[in-house]
Nanobody
Framework: QGKLVESGGGSVQAGGSLRLSCAAS????????MGWFRQTPGKEREGVAL???????NYADSVKGRFTIAKDNAKNILYLQMNSLKPEDTAMYYC???????????????WGQGTQVTVSS
Protein backbone atom coordinates (compact mmCIF):
# COMPACT_ATOMS: atom_id res chain seq x y z
CA GLN A 1 0.00 0.00 0.00
CA GLY A 2 1.37 3.37 -1.02
CA LYS A 3 1.58 6.42 1.18
CA LEU A 4 1.82 10.09 0.28
CA VAL A 5 2.73 12.70 2.91
CA GLU A 6 2.42 16.38 2.04
CA SER A 7 4.22 19.22 3.78
CA GLY A 8 5.11 22.85 3.20
CA GLY A 9 1.72 24.49 3.45
CA GLY A 10 1.13 27.58 5.54
CA SER A 11 -0.01 31.17 5.55
CA VAL A 12 1.51 33.78 3.25
CA GLN A 13 0.65 37.21 1.95
CA ALA A 14 -0.38 37.77 -1.63
CA GLY A 15 2.63 37.84 -3.92
CA GLY A 16 4.57 35.44 -1.72
CA SER A 17 5.84 31.95 -2.39
CA LEU A 18 5.55 28.48 -0.90
CA ARG A 19 6.99 25.11 -1.85
CA LEU A 20 4.92 22.03 -1.20
CA SER A 21 6.53 18.61 -0.88
CA CYS A 22 5.03 15.15 -1.22
CA ALA A 23 7.09 12.26 0.14
CA ALA A 24 6.05 9.04 -1.53
CA SER A 25 6.43 5.50 -0.29
CA UNK A 26 5.13 2.49 -2.13
CA UNK A 27 5.30 4.51 -5.35
CA UNK A 28 8.33 5.21 -7.46
CA UNK A 29 7.92 8.85 -8.33
CA UNK A 30 9.89 8.56 -11.55
CA UNK A 31 7.61 5.78 -12.86
CA UNK A 32 4.30 7.25 -11.70
CA UNK A 33 1.84 9.88 -12.77
CA MET A 34 1.98 12.42 -9.96
CA GLY A 35 -0.04 15.53 -9.40
CA TRP A 36 -1.31 18.28 -7.15
CA PHE A 37 -4.98 19.03 -6.70
CA ARG A 38 -6.72 21.53 -4.44
CA GLN A 39 -10.09 21.92 -2.81
CA THR A 40 -11.96 24.63 -0.93
CA PRO A 41 -15.04 24.01 1.23
CA GLY A 42 -18.17 23.47 -0.82
CA LYS A 43 -16.30 23.07 -4.10
CA GLU A 44 -15.08 20.09 -6.07
CA ARG A 45 -11.45 19.13 -6.02
CA GLU A 46 -9.64 20.67 -8.99
CA GLY A 47 -6.43 19.78 -10.73
CA VAL A 48 -3.49 22.14 -10.33
CA ALA A 49 -0.52 20.36 -11.94
CA LEU A 50 0.28 16.92 -13.34
CA UNK A 51 3.52 15.28 -14.36
CA UNK A 52 3.68 11.83 -15.86
CA UNK A 53 6.32 9.22 -16.47
CA UNK A 54 6.96 10.70 -19.90
CA UNK A 55 6.18 14.05 -21.45
CA UNK A 56 6.01 17.51 -19.99
CA UNK A 57 3.91 18.79 -17.11
CA ASN A 58 0.34 20.04 -17.41
CA TYR A 59 -1.01 22.99 -15.46
CA ALA A 60 -4.40 24.46 -14.78
CA ASP A 61 -4.81 27.73 -16.65
CA SER A 62 -5.18 29.57 -13.35
CA VAL A 63 -1.65 28.67 -12.22
CA LYS A 64 0.33 28.67 -15.48
CA GLY A 65 3.42 30.81 -15.22
CA ARG A 66 3.25 30.90 -11.41
CA PHE A 67 3.44 27.26 -10.27
CA THR A 68 6.03 24.63 -11.16
CA ILE A 69 5.70 20.90 -10.54
CA ALA A 70 8.84 18.80 -10.33
CA LYS A 71 10.01 15.34 -9.32
CA ASP A 72 13.13 14.57 -7.31
CA ASN A 73 13.62 10.99 -8.41
CA ALA A 74 16.61 10.41 -6.11
CA LYS A 75 14.60 11.39 -3.02
CA ASN A 76 11.28 10.04 -4.33
CA ILE A 77 9.61 13.40 -3.63
CA LEU A 78 7.20 15.50 -5.66
CA TYR A 79 7.32 19.30 -5.34
CA LEU A 80 5.05 22.18 -6.20
CA GLN A 81 6.77 25.56 -6.26
CA MET A 82 4.13 28.26 -5.95
CA ASN A 83 5.09 31.86 -6.73
CA SER A 84 3.07 35.07 -6.99
CA LEU A 85 0.40 33.57 -4.78
CA LYS A 86 -3.09 35.04 -4.85
CA PRO A 87 -5.91 34.88 -2.29
CA GLU A 88 -7.82 32.64 -4.69
CA ASP A 89 -5.05 30.06 -4.35
CA THR A 90 -6.20 29.47 -0.78
CA ALA A 91 -7.18 25.79 -0.49
CA MET A 92 -6.25 22.39 0.86
CA TYR A 93 -3.65 20.99 -1.49
CA TYR A 94 -3.49 17.25 -2.09
CA CYS A 95 -0.75 15.12 -3.59
CA UNK A 96 -1.94 12.40 -5.97
CA UNK A 97 -0.30 9.37 -7.54
CA UNK A 98 -1.09 6.51 -9.88
CA UNK A 99 1.03 3.94 -11.60
CA UNK A 100 1.28 3.49 -15.33
CA UNK A 101 1.33 5.82 -18.29
CA UNK A 102 -2.25 7.12 -18.15
CA UNK A 103 -2.00 10.59 -16.65
CA UNK A 104 -5.14 12.71 -16.78
CA UNK A 105 -7.07 15.13 -14.60
CA UNK A 106 -9.93 12.60 -14.57
CA UNK A 107 -7.95 9.49 -13.69
CA UNK A 108 -8.33 7.65 -10.40
CA UNK A 109 -5.60 8.54 -7.95
CA UNK A 110 -4.28 7.57 -4.58
CA TRP A 111 -4.37 10.64 -2.33
CA GLY A 112 -2.39 12.13 0.49
CA GLN A 113 -4.00 13.79 3.51
CA GLY A 114 -3.47 17.33 2.27
CA THR A 115 -1.72 20.48 3.40
CA GLN A 116 -3.45 23.83 3.88
CA VAL A 117 -2.37 26.91 1.96
CA THR A 118 -3.79 30.27 3.00
CA VAL A 119 -3.02 33.45 1.06
CA SER A 120 -4.07 36.75 2.58
CA SER A 121 -4.55 39.99 0.68
Amino acid sequence: QGKLVESGGGSVQAGGSLRLSCAASGYTVSDSCMGWFRQTPGKEREGVALIGRVGGPNYADSVKGRFTIAKDNAKNILYLQMNSLKPEDTAMYYCAARGGDYCSWRANYYWGQGTQVTVSS
